[in-house]
């Protein structure tokens, strides 16, 4: 019995183990902005993603191929615990907008995220993912293939140097930058206590589009949508037709 237990051991493959990428690359934000015609941020705005180890300046590390930010490039994101629907949804608004000729953009966290990049990617489409760890780290480890497809064929980015310590309080500088790359952000998913909220504050602060989904919207069980609803360039959608309408404007 035990011969057989560690024969069946023995077969089962090993885990592979996240490779970080090797072409590390650095930008700063500003520099990055410019060059990917996106509007420029305040200088207090910067500040907060000075680095605290490195020079000081609001530094991009990335992996890939920056032209991927050279279309307009629309975030999608949402909670980690997404429902089945949630999930659809997020998934076919990748889709369509991969079909309209637009990068997406997300975290690289379990949920919406995952489902947005995963149905980008396999709609031919182009992706940028911004991680909240240095390009050495894949986390959740279960996304580590994923984030070694895109940094190896797409683009992968953070505001983490390498050897940089990161914690729970550390996202919303991904989440800036998340913002500032991107036309507009897109919440599918998002309970009143979801990080993505965020994102979706950054975004006014970045006079970036909000768009907030209908059916987030009309749910009676969150309050969370209306401290956003009716303030300058936040837009309840029903259709990707409508997010397209808005930022062509």
């Known amino acids: 019995m035990c011969m057989e237990l560690q024969r069946q051991h023995t077969a089962m493959p090993r885990r592979t183990r996240y490779r970080s990428p090797s072409d590390i690359r650095t930008i700063t934000l500003p520099s990055l902005l410019a060059e990917m015609h996106r509007p420029a941020l305040e200088a207090r705005q910067l500040d907060f993603l000075a680095s605290s ?12 191929d920056l032209s991927a930010l050279r279309s307009r490039a629309i975030s ?14 997020a998934r076919k608004l990748a889709r369509e907008l991969v079909a309209a000729g637009i990068t997406i ?4 966290a379990k949920g919406v995220d995952t489902a947005a990049l995963t149905a980008a990617i396999d709609a031919g489409g182009r992706t940028a993912a911004v991680i909240g760890t240095p390009l050495d780290k894949a986390y959740p480890a279960e996304n580590a293939t994923l984030q070694e497809l895109i940094y190896g064929e797409h683009l992968l980015l953070t ?7 990161t914690f729970k309080g550390n996202f919303p500088k991904r989440n800036r930058v998340m913002a500032a790359i991107s036309d507009a952000t897109v919440i599918v998913e998002a309970s009143d206590t979801s990080g993505t909220l965020h994102q979706a504050a950054e975004c006014g602060r970045l006079k970036r589009w909000l768009f907030i989904m209908r059916s987030v919207a009309d749910d009676p069980s969150l309050t969370w949508p209306k401290n956003f609803i009716n303030k300058p360039k936040v837009a309840v959608i029903s259709s990707t037709q409508d997010i397209l309408d808005a930022i062509e404007t």
């Open 53 to 64: 180890t490195q020079d000081g300046l609001a530094s991009i590390y990335y992996s890939g």
């Open 76 to 89: 999608i994101v949402g909670t980690r615990e997404v429902s089945d629907e949630g999930r659809r949804r």
């Open 105 to 108: 953009v997300s975290g690289l």
């Open 159 to 165: 505001p983490f140097a390498i050897g940089e310590r």
